[in-house]
Antibody, heavy 121, light 111 residues
Framework: QVQLQESGPGLVKPSETLSLSCTVS?????????WVWVRQPPGEGLEWIGS???????YYNSSLKSRVTISIDTSKNQFSLRLSSVTAADTAVYYC??????????????WGRGTLVSVSS | QSVLTQPPSVSGAPGQRVTISCTGS?????????VHWYQQLPGTAPKLLIY???NRPSGVPDRFSGSKSGASASLAITGLQAEDEADYYC???????????FGGGTKLTVL
């Protein structure tokens, strides 16, 4: 059974960089699939942040592209999110998930439990 | 403002049938991109409910069904149960945005 677990600071100061990791168990990420970050501000809907393939190729949400970096470490079976210059608007629950493929028709089939990141001084 | 429009809320009594709509445009659902649905129970992560417009993952009851027509899609839930009370999200791809998009979500209340 594929399991994903997010980890990282729960509080980040404005203008600083948010950094999260997602550890995957039950599947070797070097074997394939895409891996994705999705966020959900409190009381709001879901927003796709970006996706990465095990080779390192990435897709980013155009509205966040200038601030987002997603990387992958197959030796640790982890992938990571960095979001720079954060503001209060970046306060959200951040989820990592598995994306079935890079096709435009794709979907997200396994999700982590999510981690709340608050941006505040 | 989501590019996929869902009603903010729907409700139904136990045993009834409800539908949740997801309206898009010519750059997403209307362009032929698949629609997928997720169920988010209170305080939990989203769970894949329907993929590829009409398909149910293993373990999802057949009370849940999806359909798509033109630039819209729908999720139907029959034999409504108290445990179905959750938020439901549709998801597709948008060619104008070059990325994957979600609907704003619909809160289902079981009366």
């Amino acid at each position: 059974q594929v399991q994903l677990q997010e980890s990282g600071p729960g509080l980040v100061k404005p203008s600083e960089t948010l950094s999260l990791s997602c550890t995957v168990s039950g599947y070797s990420i070097s074997n394939g699939y895409y891996w994705v970050w999705v966020r959900q501000p409190p009381g709001e809907g879901l927003e796709w942040i970006g996706s990465i393939y095990h080779s390192g190729s990435t897709y980013y949400n155009s509205s966040l592209k200038s601030r987002v970096t997603i990387s992958i470490d197959t030796s640790k079976n982890q992938f990571s999110l960095r979001l720079s210059s954060v503001t209060a608007a970046d306060t959200a629950v951040y989820y990592c998930a598995r994306q079935l493929s890079g096709s435009s028709h794709t979907y997200f089939d396994y999700w982590g439990r999510g981690t709340l990141v608050s941006v505040s001084s | 403002q989501s590019v996929l429009t869902q009603p903010p809320s729907v409700s139904g009594a136990p045993g009834q049938r409800v539908t949740i709509s997801c309206t898009g445009s010519s750059s997403n659902i209307g362009a032929g991109f698949d629609v997928h649905w997720y169920q988010q129970l209170p305080g939990t992560a989203p769970k894949l409910l329907i993929y590829g417009n009409t398909n149910r993952p293993s373990g999802v009851p057949d009370r849940f069904s999806g359909s798509k027509s033109g630039a819209s899609a729908s999720l139907a839930i029959t034999g409504l149960q108290a445990e179905d009370e959750a938020d439901y999200y549709c998801q597709s791809y948008d060619s104008s945005l070059s990325g994957w998009v979600f609907g704003g979500g619909t809160k289902l209340t079981v009366l």
